[in-house]
């Protein structure tokens, strides 16, 4: 199985501060057809997890250009250029190479 | 617009069976695998389960594998994860959500809860 480990697990940041989120998966994540399939999920307290990133750095339709996606291989990173008080929540990267699996999530709260 | 709605969570004692639905629309249903995930309360996402087009193909984690059932009937826009043999740590926030390539998911309900106790 592919482990997804992200880190932080935790992220305090001041409102207006950038903030950064590795993913490190156990192998590849290079498919036969030459993409690479790994996605990040933002849930928002109390809600259902929404996709703001797919295929490593390509931004879901409606989520703010301070997102971005990075990052090959095995290892990917998700930046926050300017962090707003609505960003508070867990993220979540995710694979699907074999059995879909998860990043255990990086909690963001306002410092 | 795609949505997803969940339903058939609740209260289940340990060893019961309980039926999970979601229907779907804004989207060729048919098309599409769809998936189950669960998040325990103050947990992480797990990945459960999921579905081909036609049903003939189905895939589950090892936690549930034997206990679950997954099905669909495409005339009606829904899919269906039968719990079975339900234990305590099969308490959780369960979401379906669509396939997205790379075998991903894109799309998520607003999930159903169902609590395993005595």
């Known amino acids: 199985d592919v482990v997804m480990t992200q880190s932080p697990l935790s992220l305090p940041v001041t409102l207006g501060q950038p903030a950064s989120i590795s993913c490190r998966s156990s192998q590849s994540l290079v498919y036969s057809d030459g993409n690479t399939y790994l996605n990040w999920f933002q849930q928002r307290p109390g809600q259902s997890p929404r996709r703001l990133i797919y295929k490593v750095s390509n931004r879901d339709s409606g989520v703010p250009d301070r997102f971005s996606g990075s990052g090959s291989g095995t290892d990917f990173t998700l930046k926050i250029s300017r962090v707003e008080a609505e960003d508070v929540g867990v993220y979540y990267c995710?694979?699907?190479?074999?059995?879909?699996?998860f990043g255990q999530g990086t909690r963001l709260e306002i410092k | 617009e795609v949505q997803l709605v969940e339903s058939g969570g609740g209260l289940v004692q340990p060893g019961g069976s309980l039926r999970l639905s979601c229907a779907a629309s804004g989207f060729t249903f048919s098309n599409y695998w769809m998936h189950w995930v669960r998040q325990a309360p103050g947990k992480g996402l797990v990945w459960v389960s999921r579905i081909n087009t036609d049903g003939s193909t189905t895939d589950y984690a090892d936690s549930v594998k034997g206990r679950f059932t997954i099905s669909r009937d495409n005339a009606k826009n829904t899919f269906f994860l039968q719990m079975n043999s339900l234990r305590a740590e099969d308490t959780a926030v369960y979401y379906c959500a669509r396939d997205a390539p790379g075998g991903l998911v894109d799309y998520w309900g607003q999930g159903t809860l169902v609590t395993v106790s005595s």
């Open positions: 995710m694979q699907g190479m074999y059995w879909p699996s």
